[in-house]
């Protein structure tokens, strides 16, 4: 049958299937109406009769008789009241039926007429669709949704952060103005170019990694609600004391005052650790003016500008605090060594979210150099140190006292230490393997503006200068429109964080006796498992209940606590389960679940506020912190444990603050330390090695002793021949003899230590910082 004629056929009997709905419907009408003067509540299921239809007692015989015939005859219309109002009802879902059938076939056939008589416009369609979409999700989020977190405050459905970073441009460019750029705002073209260029796809980029356990940012999210949630109160009580409207900012002294009150919850503590890019090295340098005393260095940089940012962005509130960790020269190996002896500066709080900002100088030169003296590819050497830092961070340093941090790995590098473009890649590589093996999140600058630098190697706004005067030159330290750009890099990320947070499935609250905790289900949430076959499943989130008609095998059980066992090359598919529960199962008192800690009275918004294990019996690292900057603070810090000095002193030469043989060959010094208060069995030195004349043949002798007896001995070398400063850690144990001493267990508790330090080559060293430590 030809379409036209099946149409034909259709519409004809659409026609009659109306009439008969016509007819039907009277038909009802008809019955309504009877049923109503015999005191029936017309319905398509319940009939009703009213009280007035029965009769009292008084009733005679010929009324009662009338009062029969009438029931029967009720009792005849509610039966057939109903027939009719089911074939009514089953026709009418016919009807629709064929109609839908007759919209598709005309739009296939497109005869007869015109498709907007007969067929919803595109608008129409999409607005019923977006109509049906939200109201479902409403539905849903209505039906689950039991509490108030910070995920509350957003829009739902939750925007992602690429829809809300395109929809707030001109908020974002206002917050990116520094500091020290008001009221002129004399980048104001540089930056909006920048903006231009650093399109949201392009920070969708940057996004490589999204962590595996979510509990961190769950943690870091309560804390920035709790922080939000106290200040946006205070601001709420000055509106109304002052006669503000609520959409009217309160000055910024009123709120400089408000974010000031020591009662409110705490901020959110992110603690980046790098080396000179972070610290801003040259970060001067841009195309608008040379004027830039107030842009140097650590002012300059994006860390200080992402802090910045937020608070222009959340409109004066101080939720986040960045606290910066960064040294010219160092790498991944000193963040180790900081991170592991816990050498954070003494106003600096346990951090709820690191970033690993390090991989330009785990690419340095010196990187190179050290790959090569230990017999090792740079790409071995940048993932050993990637894989130690990791592990140092994500071990627990107490148990509950100390949960990880939420650990974000940054690629920076975009220099030209290397000539080769693979080689150049080896930091991201090892940084997309590290993140995806251990399951931490990662971002990369390269990867967002590379194919523009790539593109053009002349262009400076997002690298640095690889030409000058036509010949290309050795450049790593990346300039102001770097540094301006990697904020909104940052920004992005962690704004993604809480959108994919928050738009996973919320959970059933956790209920332990003091508190209540509202989380989202994540990969990082296991579900109790005790190996039978259901494996915690729990119908939530719109899941079926099981049938339960057969034992489904072979599915995983819980993961062991912990971290996976060390990537190393032995490590094997056949036995890597058995090293993870044995490694879990030695450490079980670090990993204990965020219900567990809240039951043993460790509240949520208190990680951070216990004291930080300090292995250390005596540390320093110049410039680190902000009360040991300059020669008198740091001859104040060595003086108490000073016991001899022969022409050391301390000095600030080219800014780099060291402890120094002022008088050159054969300069001594002597430490000493009464009592130790636990055992030392390691002394780490952060030492700088340079070049030239000066430096040739720089080397010095240290020696440990307890109780008369040498533990460890060891001749440092402070030169080399690249022409750069850079920091270096030396380790000596003197557990176990392997540093030229007799070893035995290195200083025990309460026993004295001695330490002597000389110039036994060349005329001058330095020491910049010093750790001694019981591992």
Not at 45 to 56: H, L, M, P, Q
């Amino acid at each position: 049958m030809k379409t036209a004629t099946l149409l034909s056929h259709i519409a004809i009997f659409l026609s009659g299937v109306f009439i008969a709905l016509l007819v039907s419907t009277s038909y009802i009408a008809k019955i309504n109406d009877s049923s109503a003067r015999a005191g029936i509540s017309p319905g398509t299921n319940d009939f009703v009769v009213s009280a007035g239809t029965r009769g009292g007692s008084s009733l005679s015989s010929s009324a009662a008789a009338a009062a029969s015939n009438e029931g029967t005859e009720i009792e005849g219309l509610k039966k057939a009241a109903k027939d009719y109002a089911r074939s009514l009802h089953e026709e009418r879902q016919k009807t629709l039926e064929l109609q839908k059938q007759l919209s598709k076939l005309q739009q296939n056939n497109g005869a007869g007429a015109s498709s907007e008589s007969t067929t919803a416009t595109d608008d129409d369609i999409e607005g019923s669709l977006r109509e049906r979409l939200l109201q479902s999700f409403q539905t849903q989020y209505n039906k689950i949704h039991k509490g108030t977190d910070i995920c509350s405050i957003l829009p739902q459905p939750t925007p992602t952060s690429l829809s809300l970073w395109s929809h707030h441009l001109p908020h974002i460019f206002n917050a990116t103005k520094h500091s020290a750029d008001h009221p002129e705002y004399i980048f104001h073209d540089f930056t909006a170019l920048l903006l231009h260029f650093m399109t949201p796809d392009r920070l969708q980029r940057s996004v490589k990694t999204l962590p595996l356990d979510w509990t961190p940012v769950e943690r870091s999210l309560d804390v920035l609600y709790r922080r939000w949630k106290a200040v946006q109160t205070e601001v709420n009580a000055y509106q109304k004391s002052n006669n503000l409207p609520p959409d009217q900012p309160i000055p910024e002294a009123a709120m400089k005052h408000i974010n000031g009150k020591l009662h409110l919850p705490r901020k959110l503590n992110i603690l980046v650790m790098g080396g000179s890019v972070t610290m801003g090295v040259v970060c001067h340098i841009n195309p608008v003016t040379t004027a830039t005393g107030k842009y140097s260095r650590r002012n300059c940089a994006w860390p200080g500008r992402v802090a910045t940012f937020f608070s222009s962005l959340f409109g004066g509130y101080e939720l986040v605090e960045f606290h910066t960790l960064a040294l010219g020269g160092t790498n991944t190996e000193s963040g180790i060594t900081m991170w592991d002896y816990s050498l954070l500066p003494g106003d600096v709080p346990y951090p709820d979210i690191v970033i690993n900002a390090y991989a330009t100088n785990d690419m340095h030169y010196n990187s190179v150099q050290d790959a090569i003296a230990k017999n090792i590819t740079l790409g071995t050497s940048v993932f050993q140190l990637s894989q130690a830092f990791v592990r140092q961070v994500l071990t627990p340093k107490r148990g509950c006292g100390h949960a990880p941090p939420l650990l974000l790995y940054l690629d920076d590098y975009l220099g030209n230490e290397q000539n080769e473009v693979m080689t150049t890649l080896l930091s991201s590589q090892t940084i997309n393997l590290i993140s995806g093996y251990y399951g931490i999140a990662s971002m990369s600058y390269g990867d967002a503006v590379r194919d523009m630098v790539y593109g053009d190697t002349n262009e400076w706004c997002f690298s640095s200068k690889w030409w000058e005067g036509g010949a290309y030159q050795r450049a790593v330290h990346p300039h102001m429109g770097m540094h301006i750009s990697m904020v909104w890099i940052v920004a992005f990320n962690l704004m993604n964080l809480m959108t994919t947070y928050c738009s996973l499935p919320e959970s059933d609250h956790e209920h332990s006796p003091k508190h209540q905790i509202h989380r989202r289900n994540h990969a990082g949430v296991q579900s109790t498992s005790d190996g039978t076959w259901d494996y915690g499943y729990r119908p939530i989130d719109g899941l079926p209940t099981l049938r339960k008609e057969k034992e489904l095998e072979g599915g995983p059980k819980a993961k062991p606590r912990g971290i996976p066992p060390p990537l190393t090359d032995e490590l094997s598919l056949e036995h890597i389960t058995q090293e993870w529960k044995k490694d879990g199962d030695s450490n079980a008192h670090l990993w204990n679940t965020l219900k567990e800690c809240i039951d043993l009275g460790h509240a949520n918004d208190d990680v951070g506020h216990e004291t930080l294990p300090k292995p250390c019996i005596y540390s320093w690292v110049a410039n680190l912190e902000r009360k040991l900057d300059n020669p008198k603070r740091l001859t104040d810090k060595l003086k108490p444990f000073v016991t001899a000095n022969e022409g050391w002193s301390a000095a600030d030469d080219n800014n780099k603050l060291g402890w120094v043989p002022s008088s050159g060959l054969n300069s001594k010094f002597t430490m000493e330390f009464k009592s130790i208060s636990h055992p030392v069995r390691a002394v780490t030195w952060m030492i700088m090695r340079s070049y030239g004349e000066k430096w040739e043949g720089s080397t010095l002798r240290v020696q440990v002793f307890s109780g008369g007896t040498l533990l460890a001995s060891k001749d440092i070398v402070g030169f080399h021949d690249k022409k750069t400063s850079e920091t270096y850690n030396i380790k000596m144990r003197l557990d176990d003899g392997t540093s030229g001493g007799s070893g035995g267990g290195g200083a025990v508790l309460g026993s004295d230590l001695k330490i002597t330090f000389q110039l036994v080559g060349g005329t001058t060293f330095k020491i910049s910082g010093m750790a001694i430590c019981d591992h």
